[in-house]
Nanobody
């Protein structure tokens, strides 16, 4: 069973930074694409950022210029570096990994942006 474990969430002030990690139980090149999503209670899940097996990166318009997605050298972990954080970024952040036929999710990590 594929396991994804997020970490790094917490409380930060507006304008601050936070780095999220997603550790996978297998090489991330086994997946076509990995994504970060986020969800606020009572709202739909929103796309944040993605990186595919070839390294192509996409971001939601709301985080462009502030967030960066990248992977480590051993290809077991992806990260989301979040800078210039806003209260609107407050959400549970989820790691997602997709193949052509399967879709896997982590348990989520809470990010709260407040003064």
């Amino acid at each position: 069973q594929v396991q994804l474990v997020e970490s790094g969430g917490g409380l930060v002030q507006p304008g601050g930074s936070l780095k999220l990690s997603c550790a996978a139980s297998e090489n991330i090149f086994n997946f076509n694409i990995m994504n970060w999503f986020r969800r606020t209670p009572g709202k739909e899940r929103d796309f944040v950022a993605s990186i595919n097996v070839g390294g192509k990166i996409e971001y939601a318009d709301s985080v462009k210029g502030r967030f960066t997605i990248f992977r480590d050298g051993i290809k077991k972990t992806i990260y989301l570096q979040m800078n210039s954080l806003k209260p609107e970024d407050t959400a549970v952040y989820y790691c997602n990994a997709m193949t052509l036929s399967s879709d896997y999710w982590g348990q989520g990590t809470q990010v709260t942006v407040s003064s």
